[in-house]
């Protein structure tokens, strides 16, 4: 939780923030800062919001007399390294600006794409995210899995962006009041953002720079993960207020399939030979589906608790009352 | 404060019980007080005299279930006779965690040292901790070094220290030893619950806090031989495996059920598969068992995948407003410009 402290009351209202996450950069940061100082000359207020996910080398000391030189840059460390989507968390609960802009601290996103983003967004946009055109990565370890992963992420979740993996995008400061990140959501935040603040979202074309100092923190074996991350997605976004309507879905189709199995086991016995197995298999198969859709639809009614009990039993805190067992 | 599920949008209540301790000592020694406790009395005169020999002001506190009762009356004579000895009654019979959760609240210590009812480290060993955490780090754990128990223990241990550490990626080299100091805010903020009390230095890293093993010499009376009953290594092996998924999937535990269901699913699917295999072949499948077989398979994918789902419904509800992450303090330095905004 960060710690609530006013801001200096003289100060302007701060019109852009950066957020940028570390992870053992300590090479990257002082081009950094220099690109996105160099970036935003022409901007009166700015800000630039680094996060120290507990990296293991000196980042921390670099970016610490980075921001001790300059009013605008910021630090924020974590107190352990926390992963990307918390890190980003961490940056923008810490941003002042009415806009935000989150990029990676790696050098391959390009700060004079800023501009661009900021542009497209005061054409009505909430969130403009970037795509990396002449993407400076391996084809097959990193391109293919990744526009692979685009379509179905885009198809799954109805939000059309072509690149997830880019987090150079820049957004509303009201969209991300709206959004609580948590385990690895960063990857869809697009589709999170659409879901929960009905945000507008366009993308323009970004640079990409191939990578210049460290090794990259990704691999291939993220299949599994972004698999479930997705479906995790994909109820959130659609079924988070009426999460009994999916869990039905389910328990009419699993009855559906009971009820062809009934049939045809009649239809059988009638016709066929009366083998005495016949008159257990099937009809075991037809009670698993029925039995399984009984367990749907209870779990649909163990999710609609999970849905209103925060609210509707959460109203006050209950007072400290002396006798009251420990909580 | 610990996250409760029912109020994820209620700011953290604060702390305005009127009677609430301050802390006024350097030191609170706090005993839960479980089954088959040492002498009490022997206990606290034997830990209090290094610790009164350090020039720390102190204070020993006992927390103890109604069942205990017997064993902390001795202690009102110690309290009578001046001694800075208080009990922490529970109301009802709860087990260690709940008790250091109630003791923590009683106590009065800047810095907090649990340690066991029985006697496990050398006595020495207390001042060290509080050192080690006066010296900055935030949580200091007595390891238990040089061992001189029988093998068995020390199998024992290793095994359990192998399995924490293999589960939750900390190096850790005593779990069972019992003996924490820590920095009173840094023990307030750590979330207690279940059983998890002998995790604690797990824990406090997954907050993100220092934590340092002090070597400390076995006690004398720790050096006996320890075979438990079957019930106490299982409910060990149940403690370590909701660790493992708390560590691992409180966040994410459709990762969890999603390849288990998974997994079920595949294999169900190849059954079915090799039985429509043999049905286009000619053979009936409508009398094989295995039929069952591969429809119960997918069955308990499709639970599965949808107890993960549940599990997400809850974690996505209750993340409302929640931060998992914390910000390491600012060094001590006038407040700087870039001082964190109001949080929203």
Redesign the interface.
């Known amino acids: ?8 009351p003289t ?1 302007l209202p701060t019109e852009l923030s950066v957020v940028v996450p570390l992870y053992n950069e300590q090479e990257s940061v002082p081009a950094l800062v220099d690109a996105v100082r160099d970036a935003l000359a022409s901007y009166a207020s700015w ?1 630039l919001v680094l996060v120290d996910d ?1 990296s293991r080398d000196g980042t921390a000391a670099v970016a610490e007399r980075l ?1 001790a030189a300059d ?1 605008r ?8 390294n ?1 992963g990307q989507t ?2 980003m ?2 940056g923008f ?4 600006g009415e806009v935000v802009v989150s990029m990676d601290g790696d050098l391959q996103n390009d700060p004079l794409d800023i501009p661009r983003l900021l542009a497209k967004l005061d054409e009505g946009y909430d969130l403009v995210a970037g795509y990396r055109k002449g993407r400076n990565d391996k084809m097959l370890t990193r391109k293919v899995p990744s526009f692979v992963a685009n379509r179905i992420i885009a198809w799954v979740t109805g939000v059309r962006i072509r690149d997830n993996g880019c987090s150079l995008k820049a957004y509303r400061r009201a969209v991300l ?1 709206r959004l ?5 959501m960063h990857r869809f935040l697009p589709a999170l953002a659409a879901a929960t603040a009905n945000a507008r979202i366009t993308e323009i074309p970004v640079r990409h720079h191939a990578r210049r100092f460290g090794t990259s923190k990704y691999g291939l074996s993220r299949i ?2 972004v ?3 997705l ?2 997605i994909k ?2 976004t659609s079924f ?1 207020d009426h ?1 009994l309507t ?2 039905a879905t ?1 328990a009419a189709a ?1 009855s559906l399939g009971g009820v062809a199995v009934v049939a ?2 009649a239809l ?1 016995s009638q016709v ?1 030979s009366a ?1 005495v ?2 008159a257990y ?2 009809p ?2 037809a009670l ?2 029925f ?2 859709a009984c ?2 639809l209870m ?1 649909g009614l ?2 609609t608790v ?2 209103h ?3 509707a ?2 109203g ?2 209950a007072p ?1 009352a002396a ?1 009251r ?3 | 404060m ?1 996250s ?7 700011p953290p ?1 604060p ?3 009127p009677d609430a301790p301050r802390p006024t000592l350097d030191v609170t020694v706090l005993v839960p007080v479980t089954e088959r406790p040492a002498p009490l009395v022997e206990l606290y005169r034997a830990y209090a005299a290094p610790l009164r020999a350090s020039g720390r002001s102190f204070e020993f506190l006992f927390a103890a279930s109604p069942a205990r009762r017997d064993a902390v009356a001795p202690l009102a004579e110690l309290a009578a006779a001046g001694e800075p000895v208080r009990v922490a009654p ?3 019979n ?1 087990g260690e965690t ?1 008790l250091v ?2 003791g923590l ?1 009683e106590s009065r210590g800047r810095i907090v040292v649990t340690l066991p009812a029985y006697y496990r480290v050398a006595p020495e060993a207390v001042p060290a901790l509080v050192d080690a955490v006066e010296r900055g780090t935030d949580v200091a754990v007595a390891r238990r070094w040089p061992r001189r128990d029988p093998a068995i223990n020390r199998l024992q241990n290793r095994v359990l220290n192998a399995v924490v550490g293999r589960l939750t990626g900390a190096a850790v080299h005593d779990v069972g030893s019992g003996v924490h100091a820590l920095r009173r805010e840094v023990f307030e903020d750590i979330p207690l619950h279940g059983d998890f009390v002998r995790f604690l230095p797990v824990l406090a ?1 997954q ?3 220092a934590v340092q093993e002090v070597d400390a010499a076995q006690h004398p009376g720790d050096l006996g031989t320890r075979v438990y009953a079957p019930g106490v290594y299982i409910r060990r092996v149940l403690d370590l495996l909701g660790l493992y998924f708390l560590l691992r999937f409180l ?2 535990p ?2 969890f059920f ?2 288990v269901g ?1 997994a079920l699913s595949l294999v169900g699917a190849g059954t079915l598969f090799v039985l429509l295999v043999r049905k286009a072949s000619g053979e ?1 499948i ?4 295995l ?2 077989l591969g ?2 398979l997918l ?1 308990l994918g ?2 599965a ?6 599990g ?19 060094p001590a330095t006038p ?1 700087p ?8």
């Not at chain 1, 840059?73 to 352990?80: F, M, P, S, T, Y």
């Not at chain 1, 609580?180 to 690895?184: A, E, I, R």
């Not at chain 2, 409508?286 to 068992?289: E, I, L, Y």
């Not at chain 2, 410009?337 to 929203?344: D, H, I, K, L, T």
């Open positions: 939780m960060p710690v609530p402290a006013p801001a200096g100060e800000e507990g921001a009013a840059v910021r630090l924020v460390r974590l107190a352990r926390y918390q890190a968390q961490a609960d810490h941003a002042r009041q609580d990140l948590y385990s690895d599994a993960k698999s479930a991350d479906l995790a109820m959130i988070r999460p999916m869990f389910g699993a045809a086991w059988s066929g083998a197995e016949r298999v099937l075991g198969v698993l589906a039995s399984l367990f749907l779990l163990i999710a999970a849905l009990a925060p609210r039993l959460g006050e805190p400290p006798g067992p420990p909580a | 610990s409760s599920l029912a109020r994820p949008a209620a209540a702390r305005v019980e529970a109301e009802r709860v709940a959760r109630e609240r890293l907050r993100g806090y966040d994410k459709l990762r999603g390849l998974f009936t409508g009398d094989k068992p039929l069952l429809i119960l069955t499709v639970q995948v949808a107890l993960g789902l549940i997400e419904m809850i974690v996505h509800f209750s993340a409302a407003g929640r931060r998992i992450y914390r910000v390491r303090p600012a407040a410009p870039g001082a964190p905004p109001p949080s929203r």
